[in-house]
């Protein structure tokens, strides 16, 4: 990507792009002593909003719907290695939402809630993103390239591009 520098454009579609197709990131609240957790994201299309589906009984519900909503970062890596982002947005509670549920639901989700989509313990967190920083490169063999070529040229290795990203 040395050619051309990212767009925060390019860097944002890139993102939406590669979230579609490998869906899983760390989710947490942006407070000290706070860890991130494994979560699958769904983004709706027309809002940018991003949905997990979790239980009302985990840390992370309880903490979230504290105050209507919590600030929060989700921090994503590509299943091919060539997007890395670390979004922030607000974080809350919506809770079970049917049409949410008959839409995403998978035998993934289904594994979770033993009573199926009418689990009492479903929930449903909605994120909706602010801004963030992207990194877009060539993926793992690209990687592996520019590490050799450095070494033998002595130069520094095109990692390929960052783009800070507005998405409200």
Same mark, same amino acid.
């Given at each position: @990507?040395? $050619?051309?520098?990212?767009?925060?454009?390019?860097?944002?579609?890139?993102?939406?792009?590669?979230?579609? $197709?490998?869906?899983?990131? @760390?989710? +947490?609240? =942006?407070?000290?002593?706070?860890?991130?957790?494994? @979560?699958?994201?769904?983004?709706?299309?027309?809002?940018?909003? %991003?949905?997990?589906?979790?239980?009302? =009984?985990? =840390?992370?519900?309880? /903490? #979230?719907? %504290? +105050?209507?909503?919590?600030?929060? @970062?989700?921090?994503?890596?590509?299943? /091919?290695?060539? !997007?890395?982002?670390?979004?922030? +947005? *607000?974080?809350?509670?919506?809770?079970?939402?049917?049409?949410? &549920?008959?839409?995403?639901?998978?035998? &993934?989700?289904?594994?979770?809630?033993?009573?199926?989509?009418?689990?009492?313990?479903?929930? %449903?967190?909605?994120? /909706?993103? $602010? $801004? +963030?920083? !992207?990194?877009?490169?060539?993926?793992?063999?690209?990687?592996?390239? *520019? %590490?050799?070529?450095?070494?033998?040229?002595?130069? &520094?290795?095109? #990692?390929?591009?960052?783009? =800070?990203?507005?998405?409200?």
């Amino acid at each position: @990507m040395a $050619d051309h520098a990212l767009t925060a454009a390019d860097a944002e579609k890139e993102f939406w792009k590669h979230l579609k $197709d490998s869906n899983t990131g @760390m989710l +947490g609240l =942006d407070q000290p002593g706070y860890h991130a957790q494994p @979560m699958t994201a769904f983004r709706e299309e027309e809002t940018g909003t %991003i949905w997990f589906f979790t239980r009302d =009984d985990t =840390d992370l519900a309880r /903490d #979230a719907a %504290i +105050g209507g909503g919590q600030s929060a @970062m989700f921090h994503y890596g590509s299943k /091919d290695q060539k !997007v890395w982002a670390c979004i922030h +947005g *607000e974080l809350s509670v919506h809770g079970h939402d049917r049409a949410l &549920v008959d839409r995403y639901w998978n035998p &993934v989700l289904a594994a979770w809630y033993p009573d199926g989509k009418e689990d009492r313990h479903l929930t %449903i967190l909605r994120f /909706d993103a $602010d $801004d +963030g920083r !992207v990194w877009v490169s060539g993926g793992l063999v690209k990687f592996a390239f *520019e %590490i050799v070529k450095a070494n033998i040229t002595k130069t &520094v290795p095109d #990692a390929g591009g960052v783009a =800070d990203v507005n998405l409200r």
